[in-house]
């Protein structure tokens, strides 16, 4: 159990030790060496709880380390991060189960003519596992002197009086089910900063109650996707056949098709990750309407189709996990309503937590380093004055490239959610031309539908939460809370019949006695799809203990 004393007051806190996290860090170490600087982290070891595809877009990066490290390049865990440079890229529409046409020159062509789609383009970018890359930055920011810190689990900004945050209240350690103190109880310390940095990736839980409490809005309510992902280990001739450098994005079936088929938003993709072995995922938009879907359904009939099935059948799974992704883009960037700041006072917000992702490119790593950067900019410029770092932040994103590419991406997202992806995309292509468009949150777009497309057998989430190696303090209450069992009885179960048992990725819910509840709490893979796609909004997600989670190594 982590010792908290020890670390109770720093210059600056930074919540989550992620891409966005660390690379504050590290950059602050590098404009003000004598600055000091704890990073915490709910996961047991570095990377346990990061999960991506992953592109990468390499300035940023190479950015933040020329000043940090030089001669990075060279070092061992460089050349085995960065190992494969992308030299192929295949945009594949999929109109069946059999069919695949390749669309990449016609994403030239969007190139060529300036249109957001060109920004699909992935040639030069890095294919990554994010957990060894932030394993990779967290030991770089070690290395630099900073506290980096795994096993604490933040719950709350702590105030000074009403406004000014004073620091970060930790999750309490060592309760029983029953809310009773275990002899190795430890209460949650409140750590003290100057600074706070929240950098807790998609819908993080200290994030959004400091939006409440700070009275930050958002233009466009923020949409959510879960991406589910296979590590899969392969024969060395699907490797070779595939391609170390080789990226595929594919469009339409299983979750698209254009003659009265499913709607949805989003596609499957194929990486090369390291030798003989791919990395196979699905990302669908939370807006689905099929209250039986599963996204694990979807990576089925993906996997089976015809053009994916060459590369891996056979195959072993040999890691699993699932994650969502901030999809509203610019619109639901959360600001405070007077000054337009990303954060408030002394916290700012980073990364994902902030929706810094492109859906044009589905990136959004580059950008989450990038705010790292702008965040350990604007903290060095207010050191005497601390209220203004998130204003200053703010400005600093307003000038980089994240709000270049996030506003020529900004209707993207919306126009898909507005007119359904057959509509939507060919519409998307105008691009800020126009309008913004109304969209509902994604748990509203449930219906009594079904999906058509469901694989033969079902999903075998046992399997998958083994080898995400998810795992739980078995003694401490459950950290998923259903606010109002009744209407899970008198008003989900007759129409949707509990969507929750359905489409959580690591088999949490299930009826007990006919009641809907988490059964298996343990098992959760801290994708927090349950309290955005709860049809009403029916489920609170609290961080448990620190430590507990899945355990990616290679994600
Ligand atoms: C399936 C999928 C595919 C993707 N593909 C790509 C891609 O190809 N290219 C790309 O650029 N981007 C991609 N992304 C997006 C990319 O992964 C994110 O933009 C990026 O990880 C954001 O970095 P971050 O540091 O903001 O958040 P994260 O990487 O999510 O890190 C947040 C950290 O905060 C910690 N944390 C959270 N809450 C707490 C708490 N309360 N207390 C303590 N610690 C906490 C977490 O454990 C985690 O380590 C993809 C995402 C997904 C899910
Ligand atoms: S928790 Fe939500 S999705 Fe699950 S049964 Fe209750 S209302 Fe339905
Ligand atoms: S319980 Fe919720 S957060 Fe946990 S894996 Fe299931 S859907 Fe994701």
Redesign the pocket.
Known sequence: MPNHTEYSRASVLV????????STAIQLKVLKPEIDVCV????LE????????????KEPLAALLDAAKPGWRDTDEAKQVLANVIDKDDIMFLPGRNMAFGIFPMIKMARGMGLGFGQMIHHGDYSVS?SRL?KWLGGIARGLGIEVLTS????HVVFDGQSVAMGVKL?DQGVNKEGHHQPNYVEGETLQAKFIVL????D???TERFVEKAGLKRESPQLF?L???ELIKVTPEQYNKFTRGRVVHAMGYPIWTPVRGPGMFGGG?V?AGEQDHLSV?M?VGLDWKYHDFNTQDALVRFKEHKFVKQFIEGGTVVEAG????PEGGWYAVPRDPQTRSIGKGNVMI????AG??NML????????ID??IQAAKAIVASLDSPNAAAEKYTANVEQSNIAKEMKLAQNFRQTVAKFGPLQGMPLSVLGRWLPKFHVEKDYEMMTAASYRLKPDMTFDKDTFTAVAATAHREEQPSHLRIVDPAICMTKCLPIFQAPCITFCPAGVYEAIHGQPKPANPSNCL?CKTCQRKCPFDNIRWT?PE?GG?PRYKRM
């Not at 699932?322 to 992704?325: C, G, R, Y």
């Not at 980073?350 to 937590?353: E, K």
């Open positions: 919540v989550g030790a992620g891409p966005a996290g660390l915490i982290d709910k996961a570095l990377g346990n709880h990061n999960l991506s595809g992953a592109v990468l877009e994010i932030t604490f689990a933040a719950d999750v950098a807790e990736g998609c993080g839980l200290v996707s991406g589910v992902k993709i990486y995922g990302i699932a994650k969502m992704i980073l990364g994902d937590g810094f992702v490119k589905i990136k959004g790593l580059h950008n989450a705010s790292g801290h961080a620190g989670g």
